[in-house]
């Protein structure tokens, strides 16, 4: 792990207690964070659970990997020291969520184990799920909204996952969401199940 540049700077522990955060909020933060290929359904299952969370009363929130890109991380481009850079951002931003008591879900095709291996590590035990949003590369093209992998293909666009850059896929992830084969209530609640399952949270 990296040390801060700054060495006149402390640690400033809370008063409150996370147990006594959890009483008052009425429910455990989390990072459930999705990963996968550009268009396998990251976002719109993310936004999904999100709203399933929330009309059951439990605070949640998605961080959403290209809109992190229009202010936190706009300038970061898709290098691969970028893209370890914009993760380790997300995850320090996941993690704050996290302790105020948050579920935060993220929507990031993350392509490198060690990047969300990373963010598993500075988040406490028991309260980070990788959540691998599976669904075959052909899949992916067929849906492609913004016309991204015709793009890559034509190499109009480098460094692109997939394609032009590597996607590591995860080796044992707490959630695998096959998007080819369910609909995305199914898929959503896929993850509510999973945090019920883990007390996180109660359906």
Same mark, same amino acid.
């Given at each position: 792990m990296s040390q801060p540049k700054s060495s006149n700077i402390h640690w400033h !522990?809370? &008063?409150? /207690?996370?147990?006594?955060? @959890?009483?008052? #909020? %009425? @429910?455990?933060?989390? #990072?459930?964070? +999705? /990963? !996968?290929? =550009?268009? =396998? !359904?990251?976002s719109t299952i993310a936004r999904r659970a999100e709203q399933l969370l929330l009309e059951r009363g439990h605070s949640a929130y998605v961080l959403d990997g290209d809109n992190i890109r229009f202010? +936190?991380?706009?300038?970061? %481009?898709f290098s691969p020291a970028d893209r370890t850079e914009n993760i380790r951002r997300i995850g320090e931003v996941a993690k704050l969520f996290a302790d105020a008591c948050v579920i935060t879900l993220t929507a990031f095709i993350s392509p490198y184990r060690a990047d969300r291996d990373s963010v598993r590590a500075i988040t406490p035990e028991g309260t980070f799920f990788e959540a691998y949003v599976q669904a075959p590369i052909e899949v992916c093209e067929e849906r492609d909204p913004k016309g991204l992998y015709k793009k890559a293909r034509a190499g109009q666009i480098p460094e692109f996952t997939g394609i032009s850059a590597p996607y590591e896929e995860p080796l044992n992830p707490e959630m695998l969401i096959k998007t080819g084969e369910g609909s995305i209530d199914e898929c959503?609640? @896929? &993850? *509510?199940?999973? *945090?019920?399952?883990? %007390? &996180?949270i109660s359906l």
């Open positions: !522990g809370a &008063i409150v /207690t996370p147990e006594e955060r @959890q009483a008052t #909020v %009425g @429910q455990k933060g989390a #990072v459930v964070w +999705l /990963t !996968g290929l =550009s268009a =396998s !359904g990251k202010g +936190l991380n706009k300038d970061l %481009g959503a609640m @896929q &993850i *509510l199940k999973e *945090l019920a399952a883990k %007390g &996180i």
